[in-house]
């Protein structure tokens, strides 16, 4: 039997009072609650909705999805707009304070939903416009066209089926009303006794939509501003013909500067004391500098009227591509080129003119001399390095913000006449 001494009974009372520390320093005081299947969403809704808005599920009318939307009886219909960061700035989350009903939680995303004001006919237009390609349509009620969109389903990844809840939305007499009266802005309506019978009017609806699209077009704010430059600036920008170049000069006249000096000179014998003044002349000779301004001459260029036709044509093509089924959008679409109360001419008379001048620039640049390059083309080059720095040194400083101190300590060691690692592993020559 091993005889059991005094150090060995100490260095095992040590040993179980370092494990009973190092489990203690390891477990938290704070327990922290189980991550939540489905976390809360923050969401901004306007001043004017009532107490009695709800958030409901209806279908989308261009993809035919349930989506979600915020119905009030007084104000109407909304939309949810998701705003989210940029998937390659730092991680963000939201900070939601506690309340009586919830305690205070941390959202993993930072997702943003913003309700704002949709025309609730967009949501009625997939039952109006179901038969629009027959030549003879009936005139059916209000109950009817609501009812062919309330009966549109759609099912879960998980075969669950997902309720339209606008049976439940046309409980409110209001909301009754105002989708009545957004049907009847673009259908043809007849009275059947005490009810009335709606028609879809394929000319109503084409000057209801541009209608929108000019108030669209022409706000006082205009386009936002990545749609004036992507799909007007841009669209419309001809290709460079010349380049004018103006020199401006400078002149400077000359001066002169007079310069008194006092000096002595003592000697052995005797001290002698002189006042000399010197007059110094510095002149300039009477230069002319010449700088040079470069002007871009475009081949093409827009007027003030071919700018807004080309912004109610990108407000029309926004509306049918966002809002309209698409066979509705592509019946429409000979009728929205060329309305009748609008004259798209100019417009496509000058993109023609732009395509033909493009085509030859291109054919001119294949045949001319490679070596001479445009200075638009040299802007784009040069913007476009400057962006991929911009995004190289955001990559970086996000690397560096993730960073820990120790490792941004041992990144400046010198490491030379160190072998490295993976040497210790190589095979014996």
């Known amino acids: 039997m091993p005889r059991t001494t005094r150090s060995s009974k100490a260095a095992a009372t040590a040993s179980a009072g370092k494990t009973k ?12 609650a189980p991550e939540l ?42 939309e949810f707009t998701k705003m989210a960061a940029p998937q390659n700035k730092s991680p963000r989350s939201w900070l939601i304070d506690g309340t009586p009903l919830a ?46 969109v309330s009966e549109q ?85 001809a290709p460079i013909v010349g380049i004018r170049s103006t020199v401006s000069s400078m002149t400077r006249s000359s001066t002169t500067v007079t310069v008194e000096s006092t000096g002595s000179q003592e000697g052995e014998d005797m001290t002698q004391v002189t006042k000399t003044t010197t007059t110094t002349s510095l002149s300039e000779a009477t230069t002319a500098v010449a700088t040079p301004n470069n002007e871009v001459l475009p081949s093409l260029t827009p007027t ?20 309209l089924p698409p066979s509705l959008s592509a019946h429409l679409k000979p009728s929205l080129s060329n309305p009748p109360s609008v004259d798209f001419a100019p417009l496509e008379s000058y993109l023609s003119q732009l395509t033909k001048l493009r085509q030859e620039a291109v054919a001119s640049r294949s045949h001319g001399d ?25 990559e970086e400083k996000v690397k560096k913000a993730g960073v820990s101190r120790g490792v941004k300590e041992l990144a400046k060691v010198n490491t030379r006449g160190m072998m490295k690692l993976t040497s210790f592993f190589q095979k014996k020559t």
């Open 103 to 148: 305690p205070a939680q941390t959202t993993k995303d930072s997702e943003l939903y913003v309700a704002t004001p949709i025309d609730p006919l967009f949501l009625v237009l997939p039952a109006l416009a179901a038969k629009i390609t027959d030549k003879k349509r009936m005139f059916l009620s209000s109950d009817d066209h609501l009812d062919a």
């Open 21 to 32: 520390s190092t489990t203690s320093s390891n477990s938290s005081i704070y327990t922290l």
């Open 153 to 237: 389903q759609d099912y879960s990844d998980s075969g669950c089926r997902k309720e339209n809840h606008l049976v439940e939305v046309l409980k409110w007499p209001s909301t009754r009303q105002l989708l009545e009266a957004r049907m009847a802005a673009v259908c043809d309506t007849v009275e059947a006794g005490d009810e009335t019978m709606f028609r879809l009017n394929q000319s109503k609806l084409v000057e209801e939509l541009l209608q929108k699209a000019k108030r669209m077009s022409s706000a006082e704010d205009g386009l936002p501003k990545s749609m004036e430059e992507k799909f007007v600036t841009k669209a419309l920008e």
């Open 37 to 78: 299947d489905s976390p809360p969403n923050i969401f901004i809704l306007p001043k004017s909705a009532t107490p009695e808005s709800r958030i409901v599920t209806l279908q989308n009318p261009r993809y035919a999805k349930p989506t979600r939307y915020l119905v009030c009886p007084s104000t109407g219909f909304y």
């Open 304 to 323: 003030p009227e071919i700018l807004n036709l080309q912004r109610l044509r990108v407000s029309l093509n926004f509306l049918t591509s966002s809002y």
């Open 370 to 394: 490679f070596s001479r390059k445009r200075i638009a083309g040299d802007e784009e080059d040069a913007f476009e390095r400057a962006e991929k720095r911009r995004k190289k040194e955001e």
